[in-house]
């Protein structure tokens, strides 16, 4: 009931690491850029039922947890978007202030085990800026992607630039088939990346595998479920920065995934079994 941001926040810059959360909700609300800014080293935790929610008519906001963050760990805590209380107004508005629950910069982080629920977010988990070494594991999106409003924006729920990254055994899924704002479920910009073993339910895309970035890509996706998508993995390539030849899908090893297409609402269908590019 009681806002706690200033409280969480004053623990945050008071620990020397570890940052507990017991099982129970804590209700925030946004201030400034993020409603959490987080330090390196940081070791945030909660029990199976910590939810951090966000309060009622406080959107838009930009961030739930924000910064620079090396050799940290965030894991087991739910965050709750409260959509349903706070509308998105349009698409200008939620591109401009675009409620991500993690973004996260620095070198060898790790987000594991992490709900997040009741969220129309244009990225849920961003993990780059680039960023070397970082592991994706075990986190669950739930009821993504639709507000009352029902605005359509781009969104990904996992996106990554950087190199050295494994992204492993999430769980996705869109609040319906094709919801407005659940529009792919994990985007790979870097070098050196695994995708492999996630299930992505009711996104219009499972994944984006790209070579915007400022490396070649070698990059492995492989058995991972994408379940009543309108697409399985597009692998697509544009210059970036001062890397203007040379770019793109290096090394991209697509096999064992299992892509079931919803075959009612797309109009090609079009299934990648085993590609190498």
């Not at 210059?239 to 030849?245: E, F, K, L, R």
Request: include cysteine; hydrophobic fraction near 35%.
């Amino acid at each position: 009931v009681t806002d706690d941001t200033v409280a969480i926040q004053t623990a945050i810059n008071s620990t020397s690491g570890d940052l507990y959360f017991p099982d129970g909700t804590y209700v925030v609300s946004p201030t400034a850029y993020a409603i959490f800014t987080v330090g390196s080293g940081i070791h945030i935790h909660g029990g199976p039922t910590s939810i951090v929610k966000i309060a009622n008519s406080v959107g838009p906001y930009n961030t739930v947890f924000s910064g620079t963050c090396n050799n940290c760990l965030i894991e087991g805590l739910t965050i709750d978007g409260n959509i349903s209380n706070n509308p998105i107004t349009n698409n200008a508005e939620i591109m401009a202030h675009q409620r991500w629950e993690l973004d996260l910069l620095g070198n060898n982080i790790t987000v594991r085990g992490v709900h997040i629920q009741n969220s129309s977010s244009v990225n849920s988990i961003i993990v780059g800026g680039p960023c070397t070494g970082a592991v994706i594991d075990g986190n669950v999106g739930i009821n993504m992607g639709t507000d009352p409003n029902a605005v359509s924006h781009d969104s990904s729920f996992i996106y990554t630039n950087g190199t050295g990254f494994t992204v492993t055994a999430n769980v996705i899924n869109a609040a319906s088939m094709g919801a407005p704002g659940a529009t792919t479920g994990i985007e790979i910009h870097g070098d050196h990346q695994t995708v492999t073993g996630n299930t992505v339910g009711g996104y219009g895309n499972c994944g984006n595998i790209t070579g915007v970035s400022a490396e070649d890509d070698h990059i492995a996706v492989t058995g991972n479920t994408c379940d009543v998508a309108f697409s399985g993995f597009s692998l697509w390539s544009l210059a970036y920065a001062a890397h203007t030849s040379g770019y793109g899908l290096a090394g991209v090893n697509v096999s064992g995934n299992v892509i079931r297409v919803h075959q009612t609402q797309s109009a090609v269908t079009t299934e990648i079994g085993r590609a190498h590019v």
